[in-house]
């Protein structure tokens, strides 16, 4: 949407040109909507999940906390094609922050469908290459069509993307095989060879709700439930091309472009209690008994209610219960992601298996999630020393004192324990000979694909 970029000498303004252009699905302009739209992601009553990321925004927690009007925040619109930014301090991963949220919405659409507002395609309105079509909000198949208005429409080679969801690989396996879908999730065990090749990954975990179960709220616990898990031989039950997740970060994530996890790894920093020991993990467990005054933890593990989730719980449990015995028992709950997602914002769980991607390269996009506070820390814990760290982490310019702050900051996920990572999960995708130019960096992006016969 923006030509040019520029930044201030001391970093703290940010100007944005804008197309001329670019028009709304409806005809209308895209101008000053970006405004808008950042002070709805920070206004309170959105209750949106990305407010965590744009803290360094003028005015920024003070809009979140509700102290201060939205239209304080430090985005301003100087005319219809130019957006201005202010910050309070210098950001050293600003412009790639500028990501999915920072999208435009229109204003127009939101106030005339209000609470139905993005629930289904019908009731949104469209910038990009595509407008979605046939989408109820719970439907299996829908459609992308051409955005006849998108800016650069003459470029865009395809008409219409269909899109069905398929809940087993092995159902998209057989679809793609008899000609049915030109694109399809490969199947686990088909994909095992792939595994070693580089991609985007996100982290799968298990996330603790410390707030409310006072078992998990016990560090001892919960260092002893990761190290008894035998990531290695949980990447290899579940398949695919995952691999042992040791840190919470995952593997694409860089800082300048320097890979964040090789040079956690080169530090000698440790990743304790995500090693399998599990002679260790017993010792810690009974002294998380003792200190709970316990001789039995019982807990519910949530996840969705698709075949991978079911067999990474299935496993998790059955590793516990086997290495603990009698003294843990775990019931396993299975239920569609909408549920799921939602018992978490209420804080409706004990533990939950859920996952991660970031929307912007760097390691702090992960990292800030487990922040005092943070929108995806639904267990609400809180470490002062682990907000210290990232707090400077995200002002330092200095890459090598950056790197540091950062270092220090999963250390201490690791000592805590507040989730456990279990694996980086890359999905390996069949795709058809004659489909050209797909991009897929964590979603699928078809502005450039283009389909031969």
């Known amino acids: 949407m923006a030509t040019v970029s520029t930044v201030s000498k001391d970093g703290l303004t940010w100007t944005f040109k804008l ?15 970006f405004v808008y ?54 950001v050293p991963y600003f412009k790639t922050l500028t990501a999915s949220s920072w999208n435009p919405v229109s204003e127009k659409a939101v106030k005339k469908y209000g609470k139905k507002y993005g629930t289904a395609s019908k009731y949104m309105v469209y910038n990009g290459p595509f407008v979605s079509t046939g989408w109820t909000g719970s439907n299996l198949s829908w459609k992308l069509k051409k955005n006849n208005y998108y800016w650069n429409k003459k470029n865009v080679k395809l008409n219409t993307v269909n899109y069905t969801v398929v809940k087993t690989p092995a159902t998209d396996y057989t679809l793609y095989q008899s000609g049915k879908l030109d694109g399809a999730f490969l199947d686990t065990q088909a994909s095992k060879k792939l595994k070693h090749q580089t991609g985007y990954r ?29 990531r290695k031989e949980l990447a290899s039950t579940v398949g695919g091309v995952n691999t042992v997740a040791t840190t919470f970060t995952a593997p694409q994530e860089t800082v300048n472009g320097m890979n964040f996890n090789k040079y956690f790894a080169e530090q000698n920093a440790t990743s304790k209690y995500t090693e399998f020991n599990k002679k260790a993990g017993q010792a810690l467990f009974d002294k998380a008994l003792k200190e709970l005054g316990k001789s039995k933890v019982e807990f519910t593990l949530g996840g969705d209610d698709d075949d991978l989730s079911k067999k990474v719980m299935e496993y998790v449990q059955s590793q516990l219960e086997s290495t603990f015995g009698k003294k843990v028992e775990v019931h396993v709950q299975s239920m569609p992601k909408t549920t799921r997602v939602s018992n978490m914002l209420n804080g409706k769980y004990d533990v939950d298996f859920t996952g991660l991607t970031t929307g912007y390269n760097d390691p702090y996009a992960m990292l800030s999630v487990m922040m005092s506070g943070g929108n995806y820390n ?8 682990y907000d210290q760290y990232l707090t400077l982490s995200s002002e330092e310019m200095n890459v090598k004192k950056r790197l540091t702050d950062l270092v220090k900051a999963e250390q201490v996920l690791d000592d805590q324990q507040p989730l456990i990572p279990l694996y980086h999960d890359g999905q390996a995708w069949m795709v058809r000979r004659n489909v050209h130019g797909l991009v897929f960096n964590g979603s699928f992006d078809f502005r450039n694909t283009f389909v031969t016969k």
């Open 19 to 33: 197309r001329k252009d670019a028009k709304w699905s409806n005809g209308e302009p895209v101008t000053a909507n």
């Open 37 to 90: 739209s950042l002070r709805r992601v920070m206004d309170p009553k959105t209750q949106s999940q990305q407010q965590n990321n744009y803290q360094a925004v003028k005015n920024a927690p003070e809009v979140v906390a509700g102290k201060k009007s939205p239209t304080s925040l430090g985005v301003e619109a100087k005319d219809k094609h130019t957006l201005v930014v202010h910050l309070t301090h210098p």
């Open 202 to 230: 996100r982290t799968e975990y298990l996330t603790y709700n410390v707030s409310q179960n006072k078992d998990m709220a016990n560090v001892n616990l919960r260092r002893a439930f990761s190290m008894v898990l035998n």
């Open 378 to 385: 639904f267990g609400k814990w809180s470490n002062k020393q």
